[in-house]
């Protein structure tokens, strides 16, 4: 009986104990913070995936669902059956909605640039087509996705326009296109532009150059985005800083940081050395399978706690702080660059509960 009432104490104590303040509310006035959702939570089969979006985060991206080869595996017919939950979903659970995104050279319809010999279409062609994919999509949630990535990845890390189909058949001026279209769809809606390595400079040199030009003709664009998939051993957080404030400085846009992730296992190009089998390959980028040591787990804490004060510090430029998965086990990153690693690269890990690095702020 006595073991019985404690039991109930014990219980009643827990209920009752103050929880940590969300990490939503923690950062309020600074950034919105969102996560990108994938099928399992959009549909709810994931409790516990989305009872920890739920609590700690006020805003989603969808990893996959709005990417034009997965609404609309071939050309003018779309499936919306994933991406209208995705929306309803966000919107149900008082979450802001972003759209991830409508022009990407990759995950893209098969045959949204080739005619049906199999040949590549024309400018005129490709201009209206983009314009009717924009048009359907954005015009589908109107009112109800607040921000679009409009065109993602289309530079290089030299500065170089990336040689996509989009690029081929219109040359730069596919951008300027899919942001006006985009923009006559919802005026009210934010357009951001997206793209991964913003460190590198020639990169962002160009970025910055297609931001004034489309500033220069009057079309509308919001923010850059910065992907952020970030490693142990790049970016440089100061350069990175740097290049945050460049991007106010030059162009009086904002930043978003839009696929955060923070690899704790290397990643590093094969070049390096060619007589490497692919069993030493393979222990190079998974040398822990057995669990990650404690200093390496500190050291990534480390890193990704001085990234976020680096966030809040320029919390004048970045207006959402976008983590590109919920938990660990959700990362794109546990089977890149090759299949079957455990990596530990987002804000929550596989257990559900906050990474060390995040309790200075939920104290
Ligand atoms: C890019 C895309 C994302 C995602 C990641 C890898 O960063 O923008 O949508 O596909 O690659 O998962």
Redo the contacts with the bound molecule.
């Keep these: 009986m006595k073991k019985t009432v404690l039991l109930a104490a014990v219980l009643l104590a827990a209920a009752c104990a103050p929880k940590e303040p969300a990490l939503k509310d923690v950062f309020k006035g600074k950034f919105i913070l969102g996560a990108a959702v994938n099928a399992g939570q959009i549909r709810e089969t994931d409790a516990k995936g989305d009872s920890v979006l739920f609590r700690h985060f006020g805003a989603i991206e969808p ?1 996959n669902c709005l990417k034009s080869m997965e609404i609309m595996p071939v050309f003018g017919q779309y499936d919306w059956t994933l991406a209208d939950q995705y929306v309803s979903f966000g919107q149900q659970h008082g979450l802001d909605v972003f759209g ?2 409508l022009i990407w050279h990759s995950q893209l319809t098969p045959d949204f640039c080739y005619d049906k010999d199999g040949n590549l279409v024309t400018p005129e062609v490709l201009k209206e087509r983009m314009k009717q994919h924009i048009t359907t999509v954005v015009t589908r949630y109107k009112g109800r996705i607040k921000g679009w990535d409009v065109v ?2 289309a530079i290089m890390e030299d500065g170089s326009y990336r040689n996509s189909l989009f690029y081929q058949i219109l040359g730069e001026e596919f951008i300027p296109w899919a942001f006006q279209c985009a923009h006559e769809a919802d005026p009210d809606c934010e357009l951001y532009y ?1 793209d ?1 390595s913003m460190h590198e400079p020639a990169k962002l040199e160009t970025v910055l150059a297609l931001a004034k030009k489309l500033q220069e003709r009057g079309i509308r664009i919001d923010a850059l985005g910065f ?1 952020a ?1 970030l490693g142990m051993d790049y970016p440089d957080l100061d350069l990175y800083e740097s290049f945050i404030r460049r991007v106010k400085d030059e162009t009086g846009l904002d930043v978003c940081i839009t ?1 955060l992730d923070m690899s704790i296992l290397p990643t590093i190009t094969r070049s390096a050395d060619v007589s490497m089998t692919r069993a030493d390959w393979e222990h190079v980028l998974n040398p822990w399978p057995d669990g990650i040591p404690a200093e390496v787990q500190e050291a990534w804490n480390a890193r990704m706690g001085a990234f976020l004060d680096m966030f809040l510090r320029n919390a004048d430029v970045i207006r959402r702080v976008n983590v590109w998965g919920v938990s660990d086990g959700d990362s ?1 990153k546990n089977g890149w660059p090759i299949p079957g690693r455990q990596d530990a690269a987002l804000w929550i890990g596989r257990d559900y509960q906050l990474k060390p690095f995040l309790e200075k702020y939920v104290r």
């Design positions: 990893e991830h995104c993602n990845e997206n991964y992907q998939h696929e794109w």
